[in-house]
């Protein structure tokens, strides 16, 4: 018989034990394990502050709180929040939070939870719309003034306007209530806490339609401010004062005066309309009578020369009438190095020789053509131009075909591009030539880099002088003197 030792018998126990030991680990796991439990509810069932209930999207998880107009703190809020059953919030439902900006709300539920984003709104107190027989009314806010133009011959003393507000709001007099406008008429709009009052002013169309009368042979430039000395933009105010220093028989006429009847606009061979402030139209510059005043004045034989963001009166008018993607820059800018140019041509046409582009020194880079308009420093970057034209007219960029087909369809002349487009993809300087509905031409200039007032801002070029602002000069006297004589 073998003998066993004591080394032998040792390491038998401990064999065993190990055994022993891995068995109650297993044991303890499979009695421990536990399935994770993703069918919770985490949702908040309600939000409130005060006894305003929230709008919960639970879908999005997002949740609005409207607070009464009037309402001056919200730094300070305390609201009230139910949740899923068995589920808890965090920050807990009666904690006090800063609202300014939107707050994180995170549900959870065992193993599951979710995130909401609560966003708290102020109500305002304004008049949302204000229309007399189907004319609106032009409402600025800061001032709290209402225009309201009207045609010629309108009785004052009797009119019942259409009135909106803001949700909560009330407005006295109502709206439906007859009213003697003839002078001005005050309202009084009423949102919680709060009270503004609205001067309405309603003015009547001093000469009929019918008064317009041949094309004349002036010049004029038109803009939102009641004389040229005071245009709210700091490159319209340039162009006027540049305008009115080569051309000093130049009139200037305002978008209020046309819309009252007071300028017949058929007095100008040329209008130019420098606009820069945003590329959302002025009201008086949208309203349906003016534009229609301006669409008969190129249909009957005017010129209209439109730069900056007030290219886009083309469409409003009728002339252009075939939407392409746009690209539209707004906003203060940013300061860049680089110097900005037009290209005068594509590829197998060439646009030096053009009337608008005379006296000008280009730059020649493997075939193409260019002139600088503004050099380093701050740049508004206010583009509107035309963008994907290859491919809305069904070509690629290089296709000779989609210069074709872009100037067919829109009776144009491609006259300019941004400095290193060597294709067709975009355009910028268009002439608007005659045709069987319009008779007045017109020039589009949407460059970005056609900036009238370069700032002086940053540290590039802190002075904000432009060196090749004669070019500016230049383009903008050929134009006019172009339209003047055609």
């Not at 803009?223 to 009139?251: I, V």
């Not at 020649?364 to 963008?387: C, Q, R, S, Y």
Request: proline fraction near 5%; aromatic fraction near 12%; charged fraction near 15%.
């Amino acid at each position: 018989m073998e003998e066993i030792t004591m080394n032998q018998i040792k390491n038998s126990i401990i064999k065993l034990l190990s055994l022993a030991f891995v068995l109650m680990v297993v044991v303890s796991c499979e009695k421990d394990t536990t399935p994770l439990d993703l069918d919770k509810p985490v949702n908040i069932t309600e939000f409130k502050i005060g006894d305003r209930q929230g709008i919960i999207d639970n879908e999005n998880a997002r949740i609005l709180v409207t607070l009464p107009a009037g309402t001056m703190d919200i730094t300070s809020l305390t609201p009230q929040v139910s949740v899923s059953q068995g589920a808890k919030v965090a920050p807990a439902s009666g904690t006090t939070l800063d609202f300014t900006d939107s707050v994180a709300y995170r549900v959870y539920n065992g193993n599951v939870y979710q995130n909401y984003w609560v966003r708290v709104e102020v109500l305002q107190t304004a008049i949302t719309s204000f229309a007399i027989d189907g004319s609106q009314g032009i409402i600025n806010d800061e001032e709290h003034i209402i225009d309201v133009p009207l045609p010629w011959g309108t009785d004052l003393t009797n009119l019942v306007p259409q009135i909106e507000v803001t949700p909560e709001s009330t407005v006295a007099p109502a709206s439906g209530v007859a009213q003697d406008f003839t002078n001005p008429v005050t309202y009084t709009v009423t949102g919680g806490s709060q009270t503004v009052d609205y001067l309405v002013l309603v003015s009547v169309a001093a000469t009929p339609d019918t008064t317009k009368g041949a094309i004349g042979s002036k010049l004029a430039f038109v803009g939102t401010a009641t004389d040229r000395f005071t245009l709210p933009d700091d490159d319209e105010q340039a162009a006027a004062d540049w305008l009115f220093s080569e051309y000093p028989d130049a009139e200037y006429i305002s978008w209020t005066q046309v819309m009252a009847g007071d300028v017949n606009i058929y007095n100008y061979k040329t209008i130019w309309w420098h606009y820069d402030a945003n590329d959302q139209l002025p009201a008086y510059a949208a309203h349906q009578a003016v534009i229609d005043i301006f669409s008969d004045y190129m249909k009957d034989g005017g010129n209209l020369f439109l730069s900056g963001h007030a290219v886009q009166y083309f469409w409003s008018i009728g002339r252009l009438t075939k939407s392409y993607p746009m690209a539209i820059g707004n906003g203060e800018g940013f300061e860049n190095p680089d110097t900005w140019t037009i290209g005068v041509n594509l590829p197998g046409v060439d646009h030096r020789g053009h009337p608008i582009y005379q006296n000008l020194t280009f730059i020649e880079d493997a075939g193409f053509f260019t002139f600088p308009v503004i050099g380093p420093g701050w740049k508004e970057d206010h583009n509107h131009v035309i963008i994907e034209i290859a491919a809305t007219e069904g070509y690629p960029n290089n296709a000779p075909g989609a210069y074709v087909s872009f100037t067919e369809s829109n009776q144009v002349e491609w006259l300019g591009v941004w400095g290193g487009i060597h294709d067709y993809f975009m355009a910028g300087v268009l002439e608007l030539l005659p045709n069987d509905d319009f008779n007045g031409r017109g020039i589009f200039m949407g460059i970005g880099g056609f900036e009238f007032n370069q700032n002086a801002r940053g540290d590039i070029n802190p002075t904000g002088d432009n060196p090749y602002q004669d070019n500016l000069h230049t383009v903008a006297r050929n134009t006019i003197d172009y339209l003047l004589a055609n």
